[in-house]
Nanobody, 118 residues
Framework: QVQLVESGGGLVQPGNSLRLSCAASVSIFSIYAMGWYRQAPGQQRELVAGITIGGSTNYVDSVKGRFTISGDTAKKTLYLQTNRLSPGDTAVYYC????????????WGQGTQVTVSS
């Protein structure tokens, strides 16, 4: 079972940036697509960004132009660069993998909390 550990969250003011990291216990980027998800209080978990094995990316409309998903195969780490954060981005962020980035296969980790507030 692949272990995923998210980190990099925090409390930031609107307009600021964070880089989230997802460390995998084994190298999976050449095998599976990867995705970043988030879950706000009282909301369902939603896919925020996905990346295919070939490197193609996709984003939910609300983060297009602000968030960037990328991976470092050597470090076995997935990243989500989040810019121009707004209170609407407040959520726990998770990563996962799958044959499609919108069909997660792995167990959910603890996630990393992102809070955007002035």
């Amino acid at each position: 079972q692949v272990q995923l550990v998210e980190s990099g969250g925090g409390l930031v003011q609107p307009g600021n940036s964070l880089r989230l990291s997802c460390a995998a216990s084994v190298s999976i980027f050449s095998i599976y697509a990867m995705g970043w998800y988030r879950q706000a209080p009282g909301q369902q978990r939603e896919l925020v960004a996905g990346i295919t094995i070939g490197g193609s990316t996709n984003y939910v409309d609300s983060v297009k132009g602000r968030f960037t998903i990328s991976g470092d195969t050597a470090k076995k780490t997935l990243y989500l660069q989040t810019n121009r954060l707004s209170p609407g981005d407040t959520a726990v962020y998770y990563c996962n993998y799958g044959n499609r980035y919108d069909r997660p296969l792995g167990s959910w980790g603890q996630g990393t909390q992102v809070t955007v507030s002035s």
